[in-house]
């Protein structure tokens, strides 16, 4: 699907120079003279690498759909990630860096959504929120305030967060996967 370059909105995915990208920020702008523009900064899902690319009113650029699909996350091999396709049963192994910080919170069992261009996975995203056990938690300092400190705690699997002084160790909390924040208590 065509869209003019004005119409490009972070988040689309857009086929630029024989390349998939992904819009992280935009910016309009309206210069005293000539024509409007946008300034676009995207990601390219394939390598990695980023670029800014001015479109004006007129050019023309075409959106991409991705198809997305349920993928179960079995097990981790050295720095590969083997999911299984809950339709067909078939196993994919993708490399860790694909998920970035968030591979941390990958758990055995758990659902992951696999974005596809040409039956080819692009990007993994996991659940927003997973629960995890403190597995250690800083002492609480007297004198501080309960409203607004917080003790930083390890997670079980190796992730650090902050919580509030009343969590203790072995207490099982709700994870933001992609903040890396508390959100609460499981129960």
Do not use: C
């Not at 119409?7 to 630029?16: A, F, Q, S």
């Amino acid at each position: 699907m065509k869209i003019s370059g004005v119409d490009i909105r972070p988040g689309n995915i857009l086929e630029y120079e024989k390349g998939i990208w992904k819009v992280a920020k935009t910016q309009h702008t309206q210069p005293g003279k000539g024509g409007a523009f946008m300034q676009v900064e995207m990601k390219n899902l394939i390598d990695g690498r980023k670029t800014n690319v001015r479109f004006r009113s007129q050019d023309t650029i075409e959106r991409v759909r991705l198809d997305t699909k349920d993928f179960q996350f079995l097990y981790a091999e050295g720095d590969d990630l083997v999911f299984m396709d809950v339709e067909t049963y078939d196993q994919i192994t993708l490399p860790k860096d694909l998920l970035g910080d968030a591979a941390a919170f990958l758990q055995d069992g758990m659902t992951a959504v696999l974005e596809m261009y040409d039956d080819r996975p692009i990007s993994v995203a996991l659940p927003d929120q997973v629960e995890a056990t403190i597995v250690e938690a800083d002492a609480v300092v007297k004198g501080q305030t309960a409203s607004s400190s917080y003790k930083p705690a390890l997670l079980d699997n190796g992730v650090r967060v902050l919580v509030p002084p009343h969590i203790g160790a072995g207490t099982r909390i709700i994870v933001d996967v992609y903040e890396r924040t508390y959100v609460s208590k499981v129960g």
